[in-house]
């Protein structure tokens, strides 16, 4: 089994493709053994989600019928070495050519039989979104009609602090820009974002759940932007660096540095 501190080698074509597309798939990211080790602790988690939400059907929230989600789980200490893998944080570090990273938020993101599709959108966060970024890996093949997410190729160099998302999607879907996912990816691969690019994820028709692990890191010193009244970004504010406030260094309990 692939070491979570084994790390992975990239080449200067990837980071080159991640910096012009704004996203990359890697292959093995975590061997499978490693995905099987610890994806029953994650599965068990979101039955119990599961089990607590709605039906899908009774469900109206646009995002609630698109997945179930638990965040948070490096909290879990037999989750944490994963989490918190120096592996995958090696990666994120080189893309964003970086020394270090600090960890954002983790999230496992569940999209049940017939999930509705997950629009197309910009991740807000309280950190120049070009020093962030986010590490997709299903937990099982994505095969049978299950999709990846799809990315809006090159679309983070339209971003500007300031400018509402709705305002970068049409004009980044104005310009053309085509429209990627990755097809066969198996438990283990992952794709890497930048925080800026606009992406989505498509419904899921099949009667199987996608099981996807995704971890956001930022780039080590860099600081807290204003929520600016967005609710979202006030509870990140809570959630994710509690004590901290706008202006302050990016550095709480909360937010470990890996490397």
């Known amino acids: 089994m692939k070491s979570v501190s084994e790390n992975y080698s990239l080449t200067p074509n990837n980071i080159e493709e991640f910096t012009n597309k704004g996203h990359i798939l890697l292959r093995g990211v975590a061997s499978k053994s490693m995905v099987e080790t610890y994806r029953p602790i994650i599965f068990n988690i979101m039955k119990e989600i599961e089990k607590q939400s709605l039906p899908l059907s009774q469900r109206s929230d646009t995002y609630k019928r698109a997945f179930l989600q638990s965040m948070n789980?490096?909290?879990?200490?037999?989750?944490?070495?994963?989490?918190?893998?120096?592996?995958?944080?090696?990666?994120a570090a080189a893309l964003?050519?970086?020394?270090?990273v600090r960890l954002y938020y983790d999230s496992a993101l569940y999209k049940e039989p017939g999930g509705d599709a997950t629009?197309?959108?910009i991740d807000p966060f309280l950190i120049n979104p070009h020093k962030v970024i986010?590490?997709?890996?299903?937990?099982?093949?994505?095969?049978?009609?299950l999709k990846s997410l799809i990315f809006l190729t090159a679309s983070h160099k339209f971003f500007e602090n300031g400018?509402?998302?709705?305002?970068?999607?049409?004009q980044a879907i104005r310009k053309n820009l085509?429209?990627?996912?990755?097809?066969?990816?198996?438990?283990?691969?992952?794709?890497?974002?930048?925080?800026?690019?606009?992406?989505?994820?498509?419904?899921?028709?099949?009667?199987?759940?996608?099981e996807v692990l995704t971890i956001t890191y930022y780039a080590d010193g860099e600081s807290l932007n204003?929520?600016?009244?967005?609710?979202?970004?006030?509870?990140?504010?809570?959630?994710?660096?509690?004590?901290?406030?706008p202006g302050d260094t990016a550095k709480s309990k909360s937010n470990p540095l890996i490397l």
């Not at 964003?96 to 270090?100: D, I, M, V």
């Open 134 to 145: 986010t590490m997709w890996m299903p937990l099982i093949n994505l095969d049978e009609g």
């Open 119 to 121: 629009p197309i959108h």
């Open 163 to 170: 400018i509402p998302p709705i305002r970068i999607i049409n």
């Open 96 to 100: 964003l050519q970086t020394e270090n």
């Open 178 to 210: 085509p429209l990627e996912s990755y097809e066969g990816m198996e438990r283990g691969d992952a794709t890497f974002h930048i925080g800026s690019i606009v992406h989505g994820a498509p419904d899921n028709p099949t009667k199987k759940m996608r």
């Open 226 to 245: 204003k929520p600016n009244g967005n609710k979202i970004l006030e509870s990140h504010l809570t959630d994710f660096f509690s004590g901290l406030k």
């Open 73 to 91: 789980l490096w909290k879990d200490e037999s989750l944490k070495k994963i989490i918190l893998a120096k592996r995958f944080a090696g990666i």
